[in-house]
């Protein structure tokens, strides 16, 4: 999955805490909190025993994933 059409990004936390989750140009839907951030990666097909979020799959924006507040 090193492939960047199948990165993983996650947008800043908007005001109210979610953050916009997205696979190459499809968007997965708004987490808010790294639980959701999982579902979505399951949903689209990624292996759920094998993600870390430190991993390059996951582009974090405006904070990693202990960052859920503007």
């Known amino acids: 999955m090193e492939n ?3 990165r993983v990004v996650i ?3 908007a005001a109210g805490g979610e ?5 190459g140009g499809e968007f997965l839907g708004l987490a808010t909190s790294t ?3 999982l579902e979505f990666c399951r949903r689209a ?3 759920f025993d ?4 430190d991993d390059e799959l996951f582009d974090w924006r405006g904070g990693g994933p202990d960052v859920w507040e503007r």
């Open 4 to 6: 960047a059409q199948h």
């Open 11 to 13: 947008e800043p936390p």
């Open 19 to 23: 953050r916009r989750v997205r696979v």
């Open 35 to 37: 639980e959701d951030v």
């Open 45 to 47: 097909g990624l292996d």
């Open 50 to 53: 094998d993600l870390r979020f």
